[in-house]
């Protein structure tokens, strides 16, 4: 199995984070790991200027995709994780996932750009324009339905959404977006992926 997960861009400055994801891997079932970083700090900085100067959507959009590089480049080198940097490396990990024990992260513009979902040097693409239409370029859309549309190009993969916050087990994901847990293009998208968790990470 491969799984998805998405750490939200709070960790980045959470002190006991290594510590924290070992844990939790520990007590997940073992499968082949990718992941994707939110932006945190960086992101929510653009976010408070634009309640300022309504910015133009769709640049704001990007120019937060675009800070996604360097929070994946922060958490690389702190964790020490493998990365994943191009479409071709990710399509390769994809057909020849790496061992159980460990997890990769991806860099985001691998599989989603600006200039459309990222091709290998072959000219294909797991992620379609139907998959860029369901992502809002707008602020309904993070990196919560990002690491959606990663999972939806991987058949059968399961996708978990790890958060600083408490989060209900019950809660519908309609729920979660309604309360800010999880962002406003999610549960769309969602319907596209295998299976889902969301939860706090212990």
């Not at 959404?161 to 800010?180: D, F, N, Y």
Request: a negative charge; glycine letters at 6%; one cysteine or more.
């Amino acid at each position: 199995m491969i799984r998805v997960i998405k750490l939200g861009g709070s960790f980045l400055t959470c002190p006991n984070l290594e510590l924290r994801l070992q844990k939790w891997q520990q007590s997940s079932a073992p499968a082949h790991t990718l992941a994707i970083v939110g932006g945190g700090g960086l992101v929510n900085a653009i976010r408070d200027m634009d309640a300022i100067a309504s910015l133009d959507e769709r640049t704001t959009h990007w120019r937060c995709v675009e800070l996604l590089s360097h929070t994946f480049e922060i958490m690389a080198q702190r964790l020490n994780w493998p990365t994943i940097q191009s479409p071709e490396e990710l399509e390769q990990w994809i057909q020849t996932p790496a061992s159980k024990e460990e997890i990769t992260l991806v860099k985001v513009n691998a599989f989603y750009r600006v200039s459309g979902t990222a091709a290998t040097s072959s000219g294909t693409s797991r992620w379609n324009s139907h998959g860029r239409d369901l992502l809002p370029e707008n602020w309904e859309t993070t990196t919560d339905s990002i690491a959606a549309m990663l999972a939806w190009g991987i058949q059968d993969s399961e996708l978990v959404i790890l958060k600083s916050c408490p989060v209900s087990p019950e809660a519908t994901l309609q729920e979660l977006a309604a309360a800010g847990i999880v962002d406003q293009a999610f549960p769309q998208i969602a319907e596209k992926v295998s299976s889902i968790r969301v939860e706090q990470l212990p």
